[in-house]
């Protein structure tokens, strides 16, 4: 009886050390030996896993910047700036700040703006709907309003906005990842430079008609009738395609062009709300004065 | 002996309410909007300008290529302009504008009403004269028959398919050819099967147009190397692997040509078009199409001039009938909604079909419980419910594993479906987005 359990013991106590010593040395030949930076700087970021950077996860974009030598391109749009500082000391490398970016949805048709011609009743998706017809719309341009952007942002930043039924984008929340970019199958999205206190100015229109076609289906279409080229005294104007776009580097924000737009296709954010006239004007003077000075 | 194809397949009512509509002329006016891209391929490039004077059957504009068609005005007046014109689907696409003036035809087209049974042209003739007159597939794919008969180096064809399936519910334009035009469609077999060097051709018809099945039979007695094949109606035969398989017993392989199995198919209405282009010296510029729906005052099966309006169609039928809920160009299944009734025809219009609102409204959608109805619908042997979902999350890889390239978007899935989902939306999606994976590595 005594002998059984000391065999049993003995036995099993054998087995695992020979186990354990089999297991040592498999540990040892394949181990696989991971830059520690990695898991360090994957710590840095913000782990969001949203794919901004153009890599498929954090960790993938952590064994990015380990391994590159110029990390100056790179940029997690999610940690920003201060991110990405806090990785180049921690890596010994260089990195540029960049200008933070914003998603801007260049659509404002909303029901009140662009009349429903149709109706679809396929599934609740903006590609498939792309990929059927031209949309419910005279605007084969405009937003779809069937909310792909919205399913594919990671952080709950774009929304559908019930009553023009257009998506909108809370500025708290964007991080400039770029998904709803790639989602939206008309490409009426856009990252723009967010700007000094947030404030911006863009045609919020992607319609490449003809002035009347495009006036047409969508009160509020860019008719590219040139009056905000004329008005903008900083060149930051292009039209191409009876369609103004506002170059954000050389814009300086000084809304003269939203005057003068006549269909209303260009929005400025954020900016307080506007003098009386008569402040204008002398306002106006006093910037010329200023820039005559500077210059 | 009634033959069909095994696999998949469904049989929806029929609703050929139209098929006693005789073929009639309509009659051009007004502005014709004729697009340079009406086939699968390269667009055609515009030899016209601004202020020239065409007639009808005149080249206007001129293949890109060869997987492209010729394009030939369908009237004859002044050119307006090359314009972006909306399509059916509300799609812009260039297109050349001609305002009617008249009816003054190319002096070479034989406009006589007698059947010409001359059969001494050579193959190679009869080709030049099918590309020269822009000829594309009529059944609805418009791939430029003159590439479909140029038979590739190492295969040989053993017989030409003559597609008179007609399996599309409410379509009845290839019937009435069948019956009206029976002897110049048997003169087109006859010159498919000089154009390809066999001997044999089969013409497939569905048991539910026993009086087209009767009259070619009569007719084919005086022609050799015809043979009338009576097909078990079922949806969707119509399609070239389906027709194959029910009329011969072969199996097109996957990502094959149906040249692997010896077999060429030709729509009806492209077969009569090629009577008419090689032995009428008439280019492809006006076809049949069926303008139908219960609620229409009249039923009509109409020879269009290309580039019509549609709204022309609908207003000769006695307008739009109330409560329509859709319009679709083509049949039921396969077709598409019309958003834009002022897009002019096309060369592979079919149909215009009115659906009544309650018959358009889609079903509530609800989940799949994996019944598999769709999977034994699929004339493929496909696994629809598994393509939606990896369509719906965009997983391209799996759906290349899983042949989404061979789905031919018939809709049998769609329409057995209980839990009414939107499988064809998605799966047609995928196929779009994982034909660009599987194109690229060549």
Redesign the interface.
């Known amino acids: 009886m005594d002998s059984t359990i000391l065999i049993t013991v003995i036995m099993l106590g054998v087995l695992a050390a020979t186990l354990a010593v089999v297991l040592y040395i498999v540990a040892q030949k394949f181990k696989v030996v991971e830059d520690e930076r990695i898991g360090e700087t994957e710590n840095i970021l913000p782990g969001a896993n949203c794919g901004g950077c153009g890599y498929t996860g954090c960790h993938a974009f952590a064994e990015a910047l380990v391994n590159a030598d110029d990390i100056a391109a790179m940029f997690c749009p999610v940690g920003g700036n201060a991110t990405m500082v806090k990785i180049a000391e921690y890596l010994n490398k260089k990195v540029e700040t960049k200008d933070s970016a914003i998603a801007v949805v260049r659509c404002a048709g909303s029901c009140e703006n662009r009349s429903r011609v149709n109706e679809f009743d396929g599934a609740v998706s903006c590609a498939v709907m792309a990929a059927t017809y031209s949309g419910d719309t005279d605007c084969s341009y405009g937003c779809l309003g069937r909310g792909d952007c919205v399913s594919v942002c990671n952080f709950g930043a774009i929304y559908i906005n019930g009553e023009t039924m257009l998506p909108e984008v809370d500025e708290d929340k964007c991080t400039a990842c770029g998904a709803c970019v790639k989602a939206c199958p008309k490409l009426i999205i856009e990252l723009r430079k967010k700007g000094t206190k947030s404030r911006r100015i863009y045609v919020s229109c992607v319609n490449k008609d003809k002035g009347a076609v495009a006036r047409k289906a969508c009160k509020t279409a860019c008719i590219g009738c040139a009056a905000c080229r004329k008005a903008c005294g900083f060149e930051s104007i292009l039209i191409e395609n009876f369609l103004a776009y506002i170059d954000p580097n050389k814009c300086r924000l000084c809304r003269k062009c939203v005057e003068v737009c006549p269909t209303g296709s260009i929005v400025e954010l954020n900016f307080p709300p506007r003098k009386p006239k008569v402040e204008i004007q002398e306002q106006k003077t006093n910037n010329l004065n200023s820039e005559n000075a500077t210059n | 002996m009634i033959k069909t194809f095994k696999k998949g397949g469904v049989h929806p009512p029929e609703n050929k309410i139209s098929r006693n509509a005789a073929l009639e002329q309509l009659k051009p006016d007004g502005i014709v909007k004729i697009f340079t891209s009406q086939h699968i391929g390269a667009p055609a490039e515009c030899i016209v300008a601004k202020g020239d004077q065409v007639k009808v059957g005149q080249l206007i504009a001129e293949a890109n290529g060869f997987v492209s068609a010729n394009v030939h005005s369908s009237v004859s007046g002044t050119v307006l302009g090359i314009e972006n014109v909306?399509d059916y689907?509300?799609?812009?696409k260039p297109a050349i504008c001609i305002q009617v003036e008249g009816d003054e035809w190319e002096e070479n087209i034989d406009r006589s009403p007698e059947i010409n049974r001359d059969l001494s042209k050579t193959s190679e003739e009869i080709l030049a004269k099918i590309t020269e007159a822009g000829l594309v597939g009529l059944g609805g794919a418009t791939f430029p028959t003159h590439v479909k008969l140029t038979i590739p180096k190492g295969k040989t064809a053993k017989a030409i398919i003559i597609n008179g399936a007609e399996c599309e519910p409410y379509l009845t334009s290839d019937h009435r050819i069948m019956l009206e035009k029976g002897e110049e469609l048997l003169v087109g077999v006859q010159l498919l099967k000089k154009a390809v060097n066999v001997d044999k051709a089969y013409i497939g018809i569905e048991t539910n147009k026993q009086d087209a099945i009767d009259n070619l039979t009569k007719l084919s007695k005086k022609y050799s190397g015809i043979e009338i094949v009576s097909l078990k109606p079922k949806y969707p035969q119509g399609g070239e692997k389906q027709l194959i398989k029910s009329i011969t017993g072969l199996e097109v392989p996957d990502r094959a040509l149906p040249i692997e199995t010896g077999c060429i198919v030709s729509n009806i209405c492209t077969t009569f078009a090629v009577y008419e282009a090689v032995q009428k010296n008439k280019p492809l510029f006006e076809n049949s199409i069926t303008v139908t729906g219960k609620n229409l005052k009249v039923q009509k099966n109409f020879i269009v001039r290309v580039g019509t309006p549609l709204s022309k169609l609908i207003e000769a039928a006695g307008g739009m009938p109330q409560n329509t809920g859709k319009i679709i160009s083509g049949g039921p299944m396969m077709g598409?909604?019309i958003?834009n009734t002022d897009a002019p025809t096309l060369k592979g219009s079919g149909a215009v079909l009115f659906i009544t609102a309650a018959e358009?409204?889609?079903g509530t959608k609800s989940n799949c419980i994996r019944c598999s109805k769709c999977v034994v619908a699929c004339p493929i042997g496909l696994q629809p419910f598994l393509l939606y979902k990896l369509a719906?999350l965009n997983m391209l890889e799996e759906l290349k594993e899983n042949s989404v390239h061979a789905c031919i978007e018939c809709g049998c899935c769609l329409y057995t479906c209980p839990a009414n989902l939107?499988l064809v939306?998605?799966i047609?999606?995928g196929k779009?987005r994982a034909m660009k994976l599987i194109v690229k590595p060549k």
Do not use: F, M, V
């Open positions: 909306a689907q509300g799609i812009k598409r909604a958003s358009a409204k889609r719906e939107p939306d998605y047609r999606l779009t």
